[in-house]
């Protein structure tokens, strides 16, 4: 499976943010221009970029177009981007807007079977699955949803059940929410488990990478690819050497 390296770029109010897991009233502003940070991945050899558009979360609907447009735009990258997807309507505009690949989150817990339909009509490399995860009082993975403000009270296991048994899924996106922004190391041990009981998904992990180990430990786990956002930031590392990975 070939693995990837996101960096990842969070817009709120066009600014570049760092939320602490996921709590709106924990974030960090970057002085960087979105369009700034993006061509320097891109010019330091990065391929993918992940944005998400955390005002859209709490809204309902994407609303970084200016932004995204511009993104988009710079040579040789390619945009995964979600926040606020609700419906088709909402995955297509995305995709005229140019992103390569619409991040669906709360819509893929509460209404999987439409996902799934989309997954379908666009193919599976133009949707990616968000099963952003918690740990409950009993240690158990649920899924919360709206921007990850509300339990949903859905199993981890029992989505990436139904979509590794849905034809054509191959993209999941798995955020550790209590690792997210924290740089305390990302789940490695939640990784090797579904990235071993789901080999036909490309897991992305998410939240918490710190370092070039960290990435490099959810390869050995098994993971199609890792989301590197607060320590790219704050210059912990770089992408020529997450390239190494």
């Given amino acids: 499976m070939t693995f990837t390296v996101y960096p990842a770029i969070d817009l709120r109010e066009g600014r ?16 960087g221009d979105p369009l700034a940070v993006a061509s320097a991945y891109a010019a330091a050899g990065a391929t993918w970029l992940h944005v998400v558009d955390l005002d859209a979360a709490r809204l309902g609907r994407f609303t970084q177009f200016d932004v995204l447009r511009r993104l988009v735009a710079v040579p040789g990258l390619s945009v ?33 079977e439409e996902v ?42 029992r989505l990436l059940d139904f979509f590794a048994g849905s034809p054509g899924a191959r993209h999941v996106l798995c955020t550790d929410i209590d690792r997210d922004g924290m740089l305390g190391g990302p789940n490695i041990g939640l990784y090797r488990l579904i990235c071993a009981k789901y080999p036909t998904l490309a897991i992305q992990a998410s939240g918490g990478v710190r370092d070039v180990a960290d990435v490099a430990a959810a390869r050995a786990a098994g993971c199609g690819g890792a989301i590197v956002g607060k320590a790219l930031l704050e210059s912990r590392m770089t992408i020529a050497e997450l390239l190494t990975c």
């Fill in 116 to 157: 799934a339909a989309w997954i379908g009509e666009f193919g599976p490399g133009r949707i990616c699955v968000a099963l952003d995860t918690r740990a409950n009082d009993d240690g158990a993975f649920e899924l919360p949803v709206a921007g990850w403000t509300h339990a949903s009270g859905v199993p981890l296991l």
């Fill in 80 to 112: 995964q981007a979600g926040g606020g997807v609700r419906s088709r309507d909402d995955v297509l505009a995305l995709l005229d807007a140019g992103v390569a690949r619409v991040v669906v989150g709360s819509v893929s817990v509460r209404q999987p």
């Fill in 16 to 31: 570049v943010v760092r939320l602490e897991k996921g709590d709106y009233d924990r974030e960090t502003r970057y002085t």
